[in-house]
């Protein structure tokens, strides 16, 4: 009998229990892989985003901007690989054929949701000033240098670590097999036993959904995407690509867009498509993409990486929201893109319903 249970222990769930076991709860984690970050955190393009892309005043909007300073924060005082990469969202010179004011559309709408954000950013006018920041085809942007990229294996491992000193457990191989509640608490039924705890936080990434459902709580409806992501042979030394570099893409798109995206480790990679699971992207889709910047790229340059599935809301933003009081249960439902970059921001503001309580 415990405190709190956190279900799932992606990136998110593991900031929360970290969060919440340093202000003095008791927290188990339950996991259904024999890791942390098996699903979507690991499989995305491991971005610290601002919340640049998105819209003002939304939750994804708040808790990305919060998120991704502490993360920044965190990373550099525990060590963690990080590459203050910045981004470079840009005009392609194919958007002159492919009708230029769609892209220039989309990056006026950035322009406007920085500026109400306070989002430090700079305007790049023409294709010098895009080629000093990145060896690319490109007749103007924007620059955000507070983007980083992370390596999300250290990153995770970092805030198991704290919370375990904290005092949380950690529970791998254990898939829910049901969930019922009494008056005072929930009981948390796996293979490895039953776990009893007051308050039940609802972080299983891909499954939450069904959670809530088994928890007796609302059935969401959530899409899933799939995402491809290809690696560009000969990395960062080869192609001279140190920025994430992302097209400039209308606000109701399913993605970011495919981008350039350099890691921690020296390579690159382009991605992600944006697909119905579990249909496999084609690979031109990501040579054309990838050709828009880089004219001279060829089929061979790309090889197939991994790909990552992200679940999406009619919404287009978090569900965090308590959805029962008697016992309380906490529900997170559509955490997809900037889930990684608001993790912090997220366990903050979940401590901070568990204390209104």
């Given at each position: 009998m415990g405190d709190i249970c956190?279900?799932?222990?992606?990136?998110?769930?593991?900031?929360?229990?970290?969060?919440?076991?340093?202000?003095?709860?008791?927290?188990?984690?339950?996991?259904?892989?024999?890791?942390?970050?098996?699903?979507?955190?690991?499989?995305?393009?491991?971005?610290?985003?601002?919340?640049?892309?998105?819209?003002?005043?939304?939750?994804?909007?708040?808790?990305?901007?919060?998120?991704?300073?502490?993360?920044?924060?965190?990373?550099?005082?525990?060590?963690?690989?990080?590459?203050?990469?910045?981004?470079?969202?840009?005009v392609p010179h194919g958007g002159i054929r492919e009708g230029l004011w769609r892209e220039a559309g989309a990056l006026w709408n950035l322009w406007r949701n920085g500026k109400r954000q306070n989002i430090p950013f700079r305007f790049i006018p023409n294709p010098s000033g895009v080629r000093q920041i990145a060896p690319i085809h490109a007749l103007a942007g924007i620059f955000i240098p507070s983007v980083c990229v992370i390596c999300v294996e250290d990153f995770v491992a970092a805030l198991i670590e704290d919370a375990k000193a904290a005092g949380a457990e950690f529970i791998f191989e254990s898939p829910v097999v049901s969930i019922s509640s009494e008056k005072t608490h929930y009981v948390i039924q796996t293979p490895q036993g039953r776990i009893k705890a007051e308050i039940l936080v609802n972080s299983a990434g891909l499954h939450a959904h069904e959670i809530s459902v088994m928890a007796s709580g609302p059935e969401y409806e959530v899409e899933f995407i799939r995402g491809d992501y290809y690696e560009v042979l000969g990395g960062i030394a080869r192609w001279?690509?140190?920025?994430?570099?992302?097209?400039?893409?209308?606000?109701?798109?399913?993605?970011?867009?495919?981008?350039?995206?350099?890691?921690?480790?020296?390579?690159?990679?382009?991605?992600?498509?944006?697909?119905?699971?579990?249909?496999?992207?084609?690979?031109?889709?990501?040579?054309?993409?990838?050709?828009?910047?880089?004219?001279?790229?060829?089929?061979?340059?790309?090889?197939?990486?991994?790909?990552?599935?992200?679940?999406?809301?009619?919404?287009?933003?978090?569900?965090?929201?308590?959805?029962?009081?008697?016992?309380?249960?906490?529900?997170?439902?559509?955490?997809?893109?900037?889930?990684?970059?608001?993790?912090?921001?997220?366990?903050r503001h979940v401590l901070e319903m568990i204390q209104k309580l």
């Open positions: 956190i279900i799932g222990a992606g990136v998110v769930g593991c900031a929360i229990a970290r969060e919440l076991a340093r202000h003095g709860f008791s927290v188990t984690v339950i996991e259904t892989h024999d890791a942390a970050a098996k699903e979507t955190s690991a499989l995305n393009s491991r971005v610290i985003h601002s919340g640049f892309h998105e819209q003002p005043g939304t939750l994804k909007s708040t808790l990305a901007l919060e998120g991704s300073r502490r993360i920044i924060q965190y990373a550099e005082n525990r060590g963690i690989a990080l590459s203050r990469t910045g981004m470079l969202i840009a001279g690509i140190r920025t994430l570099v992302y097209p400039a893409m209308p606000s109701r798109s399913l993605s970011k867009g495919i981008h350039f995206g350099p890691r921690t480790d020296g390579r690159l990679f382009i991605g992600p498509s944006a697909t119905p699971t579990p249909q496999e992207a084609p690979k031109e889709l990501f040579l054309q993409a990838a050709r828009r910047f880089l004219p001279d790229i060829e089929e061979q340059d790309l090889k197939w990486a991994y790909a990552g599935v992200r679940p999406k809301l009619p919404t287009k933003d978090f569900i965090i929201r308590l959805d029962r009081t008697g016992p309380p249960f906490i529900n997170l439902i559509g955490i997809d893109s900037p889930g990684l970059s608001a993790s912090m921001g997220i366990a």
